[in-house]
Every structure is written in structure tokens, then in C-alpha cells.
């Protein structure tokens, strides 16, 4: 019998079940108008597992001793849009206003909650093209998320036509090459941008075996999804790992003017220890 996905319907009950694993793993809350959002990727799930209905697919994760599903459950809800450039405000002054003023050979620069890879290798372009000496400097970009398959496809580093369209032509043909013409242009990140970056996984609520300091931490389009507490753990965390005068980029609608913290205003989205 064929399962109508369209009409499966997702319980208070089960949605608030889901949301306390969600929240209790990696601090995200999902209560507060997310119940469509979690209905329609996880439908999905169900579409891929052949199941007929949610009450199958919470016993089924019941049921799932190795964790494996959850840990997919959790990639599912946590993945994040994101693109080449975003909000490039953040990187003009970055290259205006940061970059100048490292004039130590150690760069070091964390991009926390990097998704698919666009924004590190974003940032490693800009190191590139501002620093000419770039290749005789100690510089890294620390590239974190918690989401496996994420990471799986920033080390991929291949990414269709479409996700390419923020890159300006210069640099798209200086820093990409292309792979595939069909059925889709694909092209991949040339070597010397991704020998900057190092990927790994990390859950930002948890302990990080990660070293300071930094001269520049993005966490972008990621805090909006945890409560207050949360946010304001994180901030203070980030603090500490920055050095002094190290900036602190948030998404656009990630204002910290609610929070308690220690950083300067510089501008919409963008902090100084």
C-alpha cells in the first residue's frame, strides 16, 4: 500500500518528544515555530525508511540500539542554508578592517558551524586574494559542524553551477575548476584555498579541544536556534578563545544586544573583544 506523504500528520506529543533530543544533544530549540520545519524534513526520513507514518518512526528510533539514526535525525534538523559570500559585508571588512592589522605570521581564524564548507572556503579566498604572502605565513582556518554529511560535502568540495552564483567570475575561474558539465556544472575548490582549511566535527554545546586564540571567529546563522542561556554560554566561550582586539562575526539577525557579554559594537553583526 502507497504512503501519502502529504497528509502525514506529526503529533504535539511526538514534535515535543523530538524537540527534547534535539535540545538535550546540541542545544538547539525547536518549540517555538519549528513544528513544520521538523514535519517536513523528517518526512523525508520517513520517505527514505518506508514508513507509513510517525508513530512507526519513533519506534523505529526506539528501537535503533547503534544510534544511527538519531545521529542522521539530528543532521537532518541542524542542516543550515548557507552559500558562497554570504552577507558579504562581513568579508569587505574583513578585508578592510581585519586583515590589515594582523601583522603576526600566525593567522588563525574559526569558522563555527561551517555547514557545507561555503563559508571557510569564502574566508581562505579572501586570505588569498589580500595576502599575497599568504603561502610564507602560519595561517588556518579552523572549519567546524555538526553534521557528518556536511562535512562530508565541504571535503568534497564540489559544488553545482547554481551555489556558485555570489562568486565573482575572476574568482570563480582563479580559485575553481570545473569537474562535470552534465547533467549539471559541477566545479571543484582548487587545492591551494582548501589546504587552508581543516574540517571537523564539533557540537558547540559540548567540551571543544580547540586552542586559542583567534583572530576572528564566524558563527553565523546558527545561534538563532538555541534559547538564551545557550546563546550567552556560547558568546562567553568565544570570548575566551579570541585574543584581544579578535572579532566575532554573527549572522544578521544574531544581534547580541539582548545578551549579556563582554565585546564591543562595531557594527550590525560584528564584535570586538
Not at 12 to 24: D, G, H, L, P, T
Not at 203 to 216: K, Q, V
Request: hydrophobic share 40%; glycine share 4%.
Amino acid at each position: 500500500m502507497s504512503v501519502d506523504f502529504l497528509s502525514l500528520e506529526l503529533s504535539e506529543a511526538q514534535f515535543e518528544k523530538i524537540s527534547r533530543v534535539v535540545y538535550r544533544l546540541c542545544g538547539i530549540n525547536l518549540r517555538h515555530g519549528k513544528e513544520e520545519l521538523v514535519k517536513a524534513r523528517l518526512t523525508k526520513r520517513l520517505r527514505a525508511l518506508k514508513l507509513g507514518s510517525f508513530e512507526e518512526y519513533m519506534k523505529y528510533l526506539e528501537r535503533d540500539r547503534s544510534g544511527q539514526e538519531l545521529a542522521i535525525m539530528i543532521d537532518t534538523l541542524t542542516t543550515n542554508k548557507t552559500s558562497f559570500f554570504r552577507e558579504s559585508q562581513h568579508f569587505e571588512y574583513l578585508r578592510q578592517r581585519v586583515l590589515p592589522g594582523l601583522t603576526s605570521d600566525r593567522i588563525r581564524f574559526w569558522s563555527a558551524g561551517c555547514s557545507s564548507g561555503e563559508e571557510p572556503f569564502s574566508l581562505a579566498i579572501v586570505l588569498r586574494e589580500a595576502l599575497p604572502e599568504v603561502d610564507q605565513r602560519d595561517v588556518r582556518i579552523l572549519a567546524t559542524d555538526i553534521s557528518e554529511d556536511m562535512l562530508e560535502t565541504a571535503r568534497a568540495a564540489v559544488y553545482e553551477e547554481e551555489k556558485l552564483g555570489d562568486v565573482p567570475a575572476q574568482l570563480l575561474q582563479k580559485y575553481f575548476t570545473r569537474v562535470s558539465h552534465k547533467p549539471v556544472r559541477k566545479y571543484r575548490v582548487k587545492d591551494e584555498v582548501r589546504g587552508l582549511v581543516r574540517l571537523a566535527k564539533l557540537n558547540l554545546i559540548e567540551s571543544w579541544p580547540i586552542r586559542g586564540p583567534f583572530d576572528a571567529i564566524f558563527c553565523r546563522n546558527v545561534m538563532i536556534y538555541f534559547d538564551q542561556p545557550t546563546r550567552e554560554r556560547l558568546v562567553q566561550r568565544f570570548w575566551e578563545l579570541l585574543r584581544p582586539g579578535g572579532h566575532l562575526f554573527v549572522g544578521h539577525s544574531e544581534s547580541l544586544r539582548a545578551s549579556q557579554h563582554q565585546f564591543a559594537y562595531v557594527q550590525p553583526a560584528v564584535y570586538v573583544r
